[in-house]
């Protein structure tokens, strides 16, 4: 697996990732920064830091473009000393204004860099979604806050782009009205970002996976695009359960995605793909319980998703994450012994 990893990663060698965000206008003054948000270019700075400061425990790689060719950046994280016997894979921020995701790949990996865990190797994509994320960050610098962004720049929503339960199964979904609420991208893996994600999962196999979205306060579960449990329905649920326990404040809700209600499905979703294509224990979580807070911010979208003190949800969002590396750490003792 690590040569494997070492292979894939040659591919496409970091490709400065210094220097790149290094080059990255510093952003202008905003509210948002002040309360704490960070704008991409202060995300790489802060990543950028780690990689000075802990040579040979993080790597960048680019793993590979958007629409509008911007740079797909994926950090892998390894203990050296240690040959990896677990795959976790985590991904965020697919969809433009879920900013929070980001925030909590970072803050996850300004956790496990100084001390990576020992037999995990973990990859995180804090941007799946590039030209949206810059698009959201125009908007709160140009203040066209009740401006909506969810999908990338070809408008499709990455969130239904993959392979798996992209029909609907229900029969109501072939009327008219009923597009809005069940719908799919045009053909599976039909993005770049979808594409290059896959393509990295193809040659590095997770053995876990999760998607960072917002909002709605859930650690879910496949399946997202029918109602039936997975096989391993309990066992997923045991360990979204572990994750959710370790967060500091009010602990998530566990459920399976399609379960919202009796007829919602989310078709063609991530957890779906990556639970039946990639074999991954696949978990999404619903970060936050949204920032809207009466009639001042009903058509505020960044608030929707990125509530005022992002610290509480950073710490909820990277406690859950270090739960499952430590469950993906206790299997790996448990094939030692
Ligand atoms: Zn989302």
Redesign the pocket.
């Known amino acids: 697996m690590w040569l494997l990893a070492g292979l894939a990663l040659g591919k496409t060698p970091d490709g400065g990732f210094s220097a790149f965000a290094e080059r990255q206008a510093p952003p202008e003054e905003h509210p948002e920064r002040a309360a704490g948000w960070d704008f991409s270019s202060e995300l790489w700075l802060r990543v950028d830091a780690l990689v000075d400061e802990h040579p040979g425990h993080i790597e960048p790689f680019v793993v590979g473009r958007s629409v509008e060719k911007r740079a797909i950046w994926g950090f892998r994280v390894v203990d050296p000393t240690v040959e990896a016997e677990r795959e976790l894979l985590v991904i965020a921020q ?2 433009a204004l ?1 900013w929070i ?1 980001a925030e909590v790949a970072v803050a996850y990996l300004e956790e496990i860099v100084p001390t990576p865990p020992p037999g995990v190797a973990v990859t995180v994509i804090p941007i799946v979604n590039p030209d949206g994320r810059w698009r959201a960050e125009q908007d709160l610098l140009n203040d066209q806050v009740d401006t909506y962004r ?1 999908a990338n720049a070809n408008g499709v929503d990455l ?1 239904r782009d993959w392979a798996v339960h992209r029909e609907s199964d229900v029969i109501w979904s072939r009327l008219p009205f009923s597009k809005k609420y069940y719908y799919s991208s045009p053909e599976p893996l039909s993005q770049p970002e979808t594409q290059a994600v896959d393509a990295w999962a193809v040659d590095v196999p997770p053995d876990a996976f999760v998607s960072l ?2 909002f709605g306060g859930y650690v879910e579960i496949p399946w997202g695009g029918v109602y039936e449990p997975t096989p391993d329905d309990a066992r997923l649920k045991a360990m979204a359960s572990e994750m959710a326990e370790a967060m500091p404040n009010r602990p998530y809700r566990v459920i399976q995605l399609n379960h919202f209600v009796r007829w919602f499905r989310a078709l063609g979703c991530e957890i779906d793909h990556f639970y039946g294509v990639h074999g991954a224990d696949s978990f999404l979580i ?1 970060l936050t319980r949204s920032g809207i807070r009466g009639p001042a911010t009903w058509k505020d979208y960044f608030r929707w998703y990125n509530p005022v003190d992002k610290e509480p949800h950073v710490d909820d969002g990277v406690a859950a994450l270090l739960s499952l590396t430590r469950q993906l750490a206790g299997e790996v003792r448990g094939l030692d012994g």
């Open positions: 697919l969809h879920e995701g969810r969130n979205h917002a619903e």
